[in-house]
Antibody, heavy 122, light 107 residues
């Protein structure tokens, strides 16, 4: 069974940093592109970032470019999102999601974690 | 950036009724569209990929259609567990974008 479990969220002050983790199990993690998607309180879904299966290529939404860094450790089947210079508008539930097999960076998101709340206080 | 428009924002229907949820793209995205269902406090769940292909384990009452700029998610007969928010998402052009969602509520 595919499982994605996020951790590392919490309350942080504006300008602060936080690192999210996404622990994967139930599939060959190193074969899949992985994404982060966020959802502000009462709002819709917004794609944040993606990383290639081999820990190589990455891409970011303009709203987080230069502040967030996505990475992964295939030996630990874990993906990360380092979030720096946090702003109030970054407050959201952050989901990790798997890109469908062989769909490349612009993949359908076929499995999602339960999400982790990040609250940035101003 | 591709803008996906989902209107209406809310559909009020009764169990057993047919639900038709539209999604319109600001430019052609071929068939690179997915649909997700989200219930309160839960993660989104993939229903349909590439416009018309049901994901693994999704009941046959869910179907998707369309190409280019106009897409539709149809639920043939609403079950109690289908009342939720539905999002469309395009994967044709960076960045990946989602529609604003349509909430299907019990009438």
């Amino acid at each position: 069974e595919v499982q994605l479990v996020e951790s590392g969220g919490g309350l942080v002050q504006s300008g602060g940093s936080l690192r999210l983790s996404c622990a994967a199990s139930g599939f060959t993690f190193s074969s899949y592109w992985m994404h982060w998607v966020r959802q502000g309180p009462g709002k819709g879904l917004v794609w944040v970032s993606v990383i290639k299966s081999d820990e190589g290529d990455t891409s970011y939404a303009d709203s987080v470019k230069g502040r967030f860094t996505i990475s992964r450790d295939n030996a630990k089947s874990t993906m990360y999102l380092q979030m720096n210079s946090l702003r109030a508008e970054d407050t959201a539930v952050y989901y990790c999601a798997r890109g469908a097999y062989r769909s490349g960076p612009k993949g359908t998101l076929d499995y999602w974690g339960q999400g982790i709340l990040v609250t940035v206080s101003s | 950036e591709i803008v996906l428009t989902q209107s209406p924002a809310t559909l009020s229907l009764s169990p057993g009724e047919r639900a038709t949820l539209p999604c319109r793209a600001s430019q052609s995205i071929s068939n690179y569209l997915a649909w997700y269902q989200q219930k309160p406090g839960q993660a989104p769940r993939l229903l349909i990929h590439d416009a018309s292909n049901r994901a693994t384990g999704i009941p046959a009452r869910f179907s998707g259609s369309g190409s280019g700029t106009d897409f539709t998610l149809t639920i043939s007969s609403l079950e109690p567990e289908d009342f939720a928010v539905y999002y469309c998402q395009q994967r044709s052009i960076w960045p990946l974008t989602f529609g604003g969602g349509t909430k299907v509520e019990i009438k």
